[in-house]
């Protein structure tokens, strides 16, 4: 089946400083790539939809300078934190159609300290 | 503004019997429905998906769909402790230039008792 690989699977960085999150699609080709953020007991909120070689749409509330997202080629959709804040630890999950439903990337648990 | 609605639970629900977990979504043009199991700490597995009326079976899963009603629920036959997980429903809406992200609910956690 469709898989989608995302890392790291758990970063620690420092307050001020910026972390990249990847998502690939392994044996298929991901046109778009959906971006999630879940914080404890909370359910996955959609951040942004990339696509590639488009600029990304992010939903209301959500810091498109803040987030950074490029989907330079099929496979590949990155979304950057820039400057992070502890505000900003959370579970970050990565979503691509697979032309039969929607295969999630194992998510990345970031942690600002 | 789309929402899907979960009952949070806890659901406690001894091993063997039938879970039953429910989902209302608040967008009519939603046009597809997905249950997902998560684990703590893991990314969502698709369990199953449906978007006609009525009932989809797939081995012990039974997805219910009632669009008239905006319901939509998951029935989990003959449960098993390595059921127990938060089960999240989510609501896909396709706007026309593409697919949606899917609107996620807040989860059941759903436990089995041995």
């Known amino acids: 089946g469709a898989v989608v690989s995302q890392h790291p699977s758990w970063v620690i960085c420092k307050s001020g400083t910026s972390v990249k999150i990847e998502c690939r699609s392994l044996d298929f080709q991901a046109t778009t790539m959906f971006w999630y953020r879940q914080f404890p007991k909370q359910s996955l909120m959609l951040m942004a939809t990339s696509n590639e070689g488009s600029k990304a749409t992010y939903e209301q509330g959500v810091e498109k300078d803040k987030f950074l997202i490029n989907h330079a080629s099929l496979t590949l959709s990155t979304l950057t934190v820039t400057s992070a804040h502890p505000e900003d630890s959370s579970f970050y999950i990565c979503?691509?159609?697979?032309?039969?439903?929607?295969?999630f990337g194992s998510g990345t648990r970031l942690t600002v300290v | 503004q789309k929402e899907v609605e979960q009952n949070s639970g806890p659901l406690s629900v001894p091993e063997g019997a039938i879970a039953s977990l429910n989902c209302t979504y608040s967008?009519?043009?939603?046009?597809?429905f997905f249950w997902y199991r998560q684990y703590s700490g893991k990314s969502p597995e698709l369990i199953m998906f449906?978007?006609?009326?009525g009932d989809k079976e797939d081995g012990r899963f039974t997805a219910q769909l009632n669009k008239a009603s905006q319901y939509v629920s998951l029935l989990i036959r003959d449960s098993q402790p390595s059921d127990s997980a938060t089960y999240l429903c989510a609501a896909l809406m396709y706007s026309g230039g593409g697919a949606d992200g899917l609107t996620f609910g807040k989860g059941t956690h759903l436990i089995i008792q041995p």
């Open positions: 979503s691509a159609p697979d032309g039969v439903g929607y295969t």
């Open positions: 967008d009519r043009g939603s046009q597809s």
């Open positions: 449906i978007y006609s009326n």
